[in-house]
């Protein structure tokens, strides 16, 4: 028997708003030592016996973010497009019906660290898998806090010394709640990691949420193959799946579940009072000056943070917002994504800043009429062939060698030169060298939208 990893990518992370967004998020953040929470997922494979190449879940937007970093990781993976975000009974349920055999599939969040990566392979590679038949395992972490964040286990011992019974889960209790489970010592944080076999994940999701898995069999019978290695689905069909966690729909009610007490220092990453215990705060240090303080302060580059007698904040900065909060106040940070969603969606998506599978852009200036980007193009990467109904471009390049196409001539240029694209010119800018190729892109038009993109071809089928 096999290990097949199944890691969940497709979630919008709000929570570590304002660095996380729409268009970028938690888990594709580079602010652990460097390396994002997916990336660390991927890292905690090795040394797994008998696994498979993983399944990446995760949103049509998110693909090159995954293929970006499992290149630059030397992994190879499947990995299946959601045109929807509908949750992870959908995502585990689409994930086992992708799959060949019946091997044991190793469920695993995106946006977890786990500090220790051998512990957690070594107490994977101990299970016996003579025990696992008809039952789920989920994996379980003794609370060190009372707290409403997590899930929650309610235990008891088996006859294997690895394993406990699984009486209740208990989703995201109250504070109170949560401090009357700890003291009686039988219960453990639900880590949200789960290991099954692949018929059992199908069998129960149906006998349980047959609403979901039949609206799934029909998504898959219609699953769109992209290449070897990547599908996704019809997203009007897709939009119709039932959106639910599969702690709701399945677990809650299954009553074959054991669990496996791993001592970790596991955490979820679900707030910034936890993220900043694994983040290099060294980081920007310059930018920050405290005069009387004891606060947790995150500065972007570009600008200075100083406080004066104030202590006990978590103060978080963007380049188009700044987060500031008591410690220890994760729970009201829904109630404030929800009032930003309300007046000002737009600060949930970056809006001066867009990675793309080409490289990125950096909005300099937006004015009436007028905006001026940095882009950034990778070696051996180029935009879409493509044209604009209502703005023309300037082009001037900053740094490395820009090779152009424009109705129909190929034109190189270096540095300081540049070049004018007028409307409906069709263009694309390539990046040949083994360098970033850096460019100012000043736009004039009636309407400076990105939907005035039409591709005409595009390297990346977007």
């Known amino acids: 028997m096999f290990i097949q990893p199944v890691i969940i990518c497709?979630?919008?992370?709000?929570?570590?708003?304002p660095l996380s967004r729409k268009n970028k998020p938690k888990q594709f953040l580079k602010i652990f030592d460097n390396k994002c929470l997916f990336e660390l997922t991927i890292e905690r494979l090795n040394g797994l016996q008998?696994?498979?190449?993983?399944?990446?879940?995760?949103?049509?937007?998110?693909e090159f973010f995954v293929k970006n970093i499992l290149s630059s990781l030397n992994v190879n993976a499947q990995i299946i497009l959601e045109p929807r975000g509908r949750n992870t009974t959908a995502a585990i349920y689409i994930a086992a019906k992708h799959m060949d055999k019946n091997d044991l599939m190793l469920i695993m969040p995106s946006d977890h660290i786990i500090k220790n990566k051998n512990k957690f392979v070594k107490a994977i590679n101990n299970i016996p898998l003579n025990l696992?038949?008809?039952?789920?395992?989920?994996?379980?972490?003794?609370?060190?806090?009372?707290?409403?964040?997590?899930?929650?286990?309610?235990?008891?011992?088996?006859?294997?010394?690895?394993?406990?019974?699984?009486?209740?889960?208990?989703?995201?209790?109250?504070?109170?709640?949560?401090?009357?489970?700890?003291?009686?010592?039988?219960?453990?944080?639900?880590?949200g990691i789960f290991l099954g076999l692949r018929n059992n994940v199908i069998s129960?999701?149906?006998?349980?949420?047959?609403?979901?898995?039949?609206?799934?069999?029909?998504?898959?019978?219609?699953?769109?193959?992209?290449?070897?290695?990547?599908?996704?689905?019809?997203?009007?069909?897709?939009?119709?799946?039932?959106?639910?966690?599969?702690?709701?729909?399945?677990?809650?009610?299954?009553?074959?579940?054991?669990?496996?007490?791993?001592?970790?220092?596991?955490?979820?990453?679900g707030s910034w009072d936890r993220a900043l215990e694994f983040v290099n705060m060294s980081?920007?240090?310059?930018?920050?000056?405290?005069?009387?303080?004891?606060?947790?302060?995150?500065?972007?580059?570009?600008?200075?943070?100083?406080?004066?007698?104030?202590?006990?904040?978590?103060?978080?900065?963007?380049?188009?917002a700044t987060f500031i909060s008591k410690k220890n106040n994760p729970e009201n940070m829904r109630q404030l994504i929800k009032k930003i969603e309300s007046k000002h969606s737009n600060f949930l998506e970056d809006s001066l800043y867009d990675d793309r599978p080409w490289g990125n852009f950096e909005v300099l200036l937006d004015d009436v009429g007028l905006k001026v980007k940095k882009l950034t193009i990778y070696p051996k990467h180029r935009i879409s062939l493509q044209y604009h109904k209502k703005r023309s471009e300037h082009w001037v390049v900053i740094d490395g060698k820009a090779s152009v196409y424009l109705d129909g001539k190929y034109l190189e240029l270096n540095v300081g030169e540049s070049l004018d694209i007028k409307k409906n010119a069709k263009h694309f800018v390539e990046n040949l060298t083994d360098h970033d190729l850096k460019i100012i892109e000043v736009q004039r038009g009636e309407y400076l939208g990105e939907d005035d993109i039409i591709r005409i071809n595009d390297p990346y089928d977007r």
């Open 132 to 191: 696992i038949k008809d039952d789920w395992i989920t994996l379980g972490v003794t609370p060190n806090h009372p707290s409403e964040a997590y899930g929650y286990l309610e235990i008891n011992k088996t006859k294997n010394d690895l394993l406990y019974n699984v009486i209740s889960f208990h989703e995201k209790p109250s504070v109170s709640k949560a401090t009357k489970m700890i003291s009686s010592k039988n219960f453990l944080w639900n880590c």
């Open 10 to 17: 497709g979630g919008q992370g709000t929570r570590l708003w």
């Open 50 to 62: 008998n696994a498979l190449d993983p399944i990446i879940v995760t949103h049509n937007d998110y």
């Open 204 to 269: 129960s999701t149906n006998f349980y949420a047959r609403y979901v898995s039949k609206q799934c069999d029909k998504v898959f019978e219609t699953k769109i193959v992209k290449d070897n290695n990547v599908i996704t689905f019809d997203a009007s069909e897709f939009e119709k799946i039932p959106s639910i966690s599969i702690d709701y729909s399945v677990m809650e009610k299954e009553n074959k579940i054991k669990c496996m007490k791993i001592e970790n220092d596991w955490c979820d990453v």
């Open 283 to 320: 980081k920007n240090s310059k930018n920050k000056i405290e005069i009387n303080g004891g606060n947790s302060i995150f500065p972007s580059e570009n600008r200075m943070i100083a406080t004066v007698g104030v202590s006990d904040l978590i103060i978080i900065d963007s380049k188009d």
